[in-house]
């Protein structure tokens, strides 16, 4: 072997390939290897010129970023970019004309039409910003809320509206369907009809052409007028008090006291006992009662529920005197009198 550095040639054990080693002291093949040859491998026990693991390691690395075969989402695709110089590229278009619009004979057409008609229509100057569009909103603020929603609505969401001072004949359909309606015979129309003929017409009339009514049985004093009644202070109204009784009590306010200094004068009673009812001893007073201050005192059947009336004697009561009555048994007992206040 020579100086390091210096080439030694060397023969292989096959004889037919040259060895030499290098400056670097590797051992190297000088021919080619036969296919039944050994491989060179440097004095340390490398393999020389095949690719280590780590390498190989890197370049699968690279390798996976190949995408499959066919079309795929953004994210599995490779990025590409057309060449800053690349020429115009050749692109042959597949164009479905189904529903475009077509220069003649459709919808342009018509449009076209519809522009030229146009022509001279429309202002050399459009409105601006700044100009009749300014005033335009001016004048529609007042409008604010007050067109209504789609739809029916109250009165007070709605746009008062007024027919033409020469509008036509409206025409109108008439709902047919009478189910519900009044009739004009055999329904209640006929009825009514046949009550109100009972009203009878205004003003004064003979018994056969009046209306017949009866008093409440529970009604309160009526003031009445009598001209065949009078004071010193003048005629006085005449009240009539009617009230029905049930039970065997005494009623303390027949007719309540009149006020300071007025006086109850009663004018004529009558008494009604209920028709079958058995005899009643009533009893009509002023005040606490007692044989001075009686108005009328007797026992009174019920004589076929026949009115019994008295025109009463003159009695003098007191300032500010009730009157009373007072019944002995619970047979129903109407208990009717004309009175006035005097003073």
């Not at 004009?184 to 009046?210: H, Y």
């Not at 019920?302 to 047979?331: C, K, L, M, Y």
């Amino acid at each position: 072997m020579g100086a390091k550095g210096t080439p030694v040639y060397l023969t292989d054990k096959e004889g037919g390939n040259e060895l030499d080693i290098t400056a670097n002291g590797e051992i190297q093949v000088v021919g080619s290897i036969t296919p039944s040859g050994t491989q060179d491998v440097d004095v340390i026990g490398n393999t020389i010129g095949l690719a280590t693991e780590a390498t190989a390691a890197d370049i699968k690395t690279g390798t996976d970023k190949i995408p499959s075969l066919g079309q795929a989402v953004k994210v599995s695709s490779a990025p590409v970019v057309i060449a800053s110089d690349q020429g115009n590229l050749s692109v042959d278009l597949k164009v479905d004309t189904v529903g475009i619009a077509k220069e003649s004979g459709g919808n342009l057409d018509a449009m076209a039409a519809d522009l030229a008609s146009l022509d001279g229509k429309v202002p050399a100057t459009p409105a601006t910003e700044d100009g009749n569009l300014a005033v335009i909103a001016g004048d529609t603020t007042s409008l604010d809320a007050k067109v209504p929603g789609q739809g029916q609505a109250l009165k007070v969401a709605s746009l008062p509206v007024v027919i033409a001072s020469d509008q036509g004949n409206l025409s109108v359909d008439l709902i047919t369907d009478s189910v519900g309606l009044a009739k004009e015979a055999g329904g209640n129309l006929a009825g009514v009809k046949t009550n109100t003929d009972k009203i009878p017409s205004q003003g004064e009339a003979a018994m056969v052409a009046s209306t017949p009514v009866v008093i409440a049985n529970d009604q309160t004093s009526v003031p009445t007028k009598d001209d065949g009644f009078k004071t010193q202070a003048g005629e006085n109204d005449v009240i009539l008090i009617s009230k029905e009784y049930t039970t065997a009590a005494t009623d303390a306010a027949f007719i309540a006291a009149p006020g300071a200094s007025k006086y109850i004068r009663p004018v004529f009673i009558s008494i009604v006992v209920a028709s079958g009812g058995t005899v009643n001893e009533i009893t009509v007073d002023f005040g606490a009662g007692g044989a001075a201050r009686e108005i009328i005192r007797g026992e009174f059947a019920s004589n076929g529920g026949a009115v019994q009336s008295f025109r009463i004697p003159p009695r003098a009561p007191a300032a500010n005197e009730a009157v009373r009555v007072t019944r002995s048994t619970t047979d129903k007992v109407r208990v009717v009198m004309h009175y006035f206040i005097e003073g």
